[in-house]
């Protein structure tokens, strides 16, 4: 069974952090490109930032540069996002998605496999 576990979220004031962290199963974790979306209330899922667990290419979206770092453990099958200098703006459900195509960034149309979701809220 595919799974993708995410967790870390929680409610932080404005400027401080979190990390996020993606648990995945069930799929070969190396053959995909891994990464986080994002969507909060009355606004479309976007993309916030992606990795290529076998070439270790990145991506992030123009709103988080500079303040989010994605990283992968391949032997724990597991992607974190480490968010800081959080901003109310980055309030949303932030949800880990998979996608065996390896280009960057991951199309939404194109995702193979979705998380759960982990609700980030930011207070300012």
């Known amino acids: 069974e595919v799974q993708l576990v995410e967790s870390g979220g929680g409610l932080v004031q404005a400027g401080g952090s979190l990390r996020l962290s993606c648990a995945a199963s069930g799929f070969a974790f190396d053959d995909y490109a891994i990464g986080w979306f994002r969507q909060a209330p009355g606004k479309e899922r976007e993309g916030v930032s992606f990795?290529?667990?076998?070439?270790?290419?990145?991506y992030y979206a123009d709103s988080v540069k500079g303040r989010f770092t994605i990283s992968s453990d391949n032997a724990k099958n597991t992607v974190y996002l480490q968010m800081n200098s959080l901003k109310p703006e980055d309030t949303a459900v932030y949800y880990c998605?998979?996608?065996?195509?390896?280009?960057?960034?991951?199309?939404?149309?194109?995702?193979?496999?979705w998380g759960q979701g982990t609700q980030v809220t930011v207070s300012s």
């Open positions: 998605a998979a996608d065996l195509d390896p280009e960057l960034p991951i199309l939404i149309t194109t995702v193979d496999y």
């Open positions: 990795i290529s667990t076998s070439g270790y290419s990145k």
